[in-house]
């Protein structure tokens, strides 16, 4: 059964970091591409920053260029994100998920492109 696990939220301070982890099992990640988004309350659920199956490409969001940086280990089977000089407005719930393509270099970070998600886990920036 395809499943992705998010690890590694929690309750940091403003200016602080975080890195979360998405493990799969189930399936090989090599296979897929992979999207971090996140919800927070009352809005919409919005792309944070993707990667291709190979890793050569990603995209960040406007909101955390230059803050967060996403990689992958398809050894490990796993996905990061980490999440640096942390703001307040970074509170939300933080989803990875995954689409399987042939492409080894092309992303996307459309949240209806992805079928696969996993149950999130909770990040919250606060003094």
């Known amino acids: 059964q395809l499943q992705l696990v998010e690890s590694g939220g929690g309750l940091v301070q403003p200016g602080g970091s975080l890195r979360l982890s998405c493990a799969a099992s189930?399936?090989?990640?090599?296979?897929?591409?992979i999207g971090w988004f996140r919800q927070a309350p009352g809005k919409e659920r919005e792309g944070v920053s993707c990667?291709?199956?190979?890793?050569?490409?990603?995209y960040y969001d406007d909101s955390v260029k230059g803050r967060f940086t996403i990689s992958r280990d398809n050894a490990k089977n796993t996905v990061y994100l980490q999440m640096n000089s942390l703001k307040p407005e970074d509170t939300a719930v933080y989803y990875c998920?995954?689409?399987?393509?042939?492409?080894?270099?092309?992303?996307?970070?459309?949240?209806?492109?992805?079928?696969?998600w996993g149950q999130g886990t909770q990040v919250t920036v606060s003094s």
């Open positions: 189930g399936f090989t990640l090599d296979n897929y591409r």
């Open positions: 998920a995954a689409k399987p393509t042939p492409s080894l270099s092309s992303i996307s970070c459309v949240r209806n492109v992805y079928a696969n």
């Open positions: 990667i291709s199956r190979r890793g050569d490409s990603t």
